[in-house]
Nanobody, 116 residues
């Protein structure tokens, strides 16, 4: 079955960096686009970045422009999210996501806390 397992979250000071990773299994990873979302309690889940099967990436929140890099390793079945110059407002649970045959799949999420 499809499994997405995130790792790499934690506590970081403002201005710091984190690299999140998502290990995928149960499907043909190299053929499927992957995304990262984030969610703050009480707010709607927000799309952060997407990367196509061909490796074309798009990042979405204006508030994170220039601070995000999404990448994938089709040999390892992983998709990473590099986040730089983190701000307290980036604090959220970050989720790995994919859509296969009209079905959305989510990881369990990894908490990112930006605080001094």
């Amino acid at each position: 079955q499809v499994q997405l397992v995130e790792s790499g979250g934690g506590l970081v000071q403002p201005g710091g960096s984190l690299r999140l990773s998502c290990a995928a299994s149960g499907f043909t990873f190299s053929s499927i686009a992957m995304s990262w979302y984030r969610q703050v309690p009480g707010k709607k889940r927000e799309l952060v970045a997407t990367i196509t099967s061909a490796g074309v990436s798009t990042t979405f929140p204006d508030s994170m422009k220039g601070r995000l890099t999404i990448s994938r390793d089709n040999a390892k079945n992983t998709v990473d999210l590099q986040m730089d110059s983190l701000k307290p407002e980036d604090t959220a649970v970050y989720y790995c996501n994919t859509k296969i045959n009209l079905q959305y799949y989510w990881g369990q999420g990894t908490q990112v806390t930006v605080s001094s």
